[in-house]
């Protein structure tokens, strides 16, 4: 079966840094994604990592380890507007098909 | 502009009632997918489709059916059998060039009333 773990919730202050993990475990491997959802919308692509190491994006890095089955998505000078769900998603190798981790709720404070 | 558009945004089903949530993409993209979201959690896979009259079944595509009849067009079908059908629901589509990288269209709500 397909395994992703990511924590529920996070708070941070506005203008921070914060790390959201995921772990996973799957039957196969062919990417990591992450997407961004605000409530009542559709999750938006942020990053996609399929080798080892930190692929950054401005405010937003990701990293991979694979030996490890671990992720994390970094945010940097958080903003109120990042208050969201933020999803961890594997491409397993069944199709092109993404298993999703249930998400964490980020909240921004100021 | 290319896209996913779903229709309708917000949708009603009596009970014992079958409802089709239509999903089309100008993408020219190979692959599409349908997920559905309950509230606070993750995005679960009910069917997928890799190419043209072909699909197939996700993780809980138990009440639900698909055609691909055409590459641009993906509807869902929520049937009676289907016995909690309320929900945030979810169409994508993705290539090999783009990595396959899922490009969602803006959802569709269900509600049973």
């Known amino acids: 079966g397909q395994n992703i773990d990511q924590p529920t919730e996070m708070t941070a202050t506005e203008g921070a840094i914060v790390q959201i993990n995921c772990t996973y475990q799957t039957s196969g491997f062919n990417g990591l994604f992450w997407y961004q959802q605000h409530a009542g919308e559709a999750p938006t692509f942020l990053s996609y990592?399929?080798?080892?190491g930190l692929e950054e994006k401005g405010r937003f890095s990701s990293f991979l380890s694979r030996s490890k089955g671990y992720s994390y998505l970094l945010l940097k000078e958080l903003q109120m507007k990042d208050s969201a769900s933020y999803l961890c998603a594997v491409n397993s190798n069944s199709g092109y098909a993404l298993n999703f981790g249930k998400g964490t709720s980020l909240l921004v404070t100021p | 502009d290319g896209g996913i558009t779903q229709s309708p945004k917000y949708l009603f089903r009596k009970e014992g009632q079958n409802v089709t949530l239509s999903c089309e993409q100008n993408?020219?993209?190979?692959?599409m997918y349908w997920y559905r979201q309950d509230p606070g959690q993750g995005l679960r896979l009910i069917y997928y489709?890799?190419?043209?009259?072909?699909?197939q079944k996700g993780d809980i595509a138990e009440g639900y059916s698909v055609s691909r009849e055409k590459k641009e067009s993906f509807p869902l079908t929520v049937t009676s059998a289907q016995k909690n059908p309320t929900a945030f629901y979810l169409c994508?589509?993705?290539?090999?060039?783009?990595?396959?990288?899922?490009?969602f269209g803006e959802g569709s709500w269900l509600t049973v009333v």
């Open positions: 990592n399929v080798l080892d």
């Open positions: 489709s890799q190419i043209v009259n072909d699909f």
């Open positions: 994508a589509s993705s290539n090999r060039d783009s990595l396959n990288t899922i490009y």
């Open positions: 993408l020219n993209h190979d692959a």
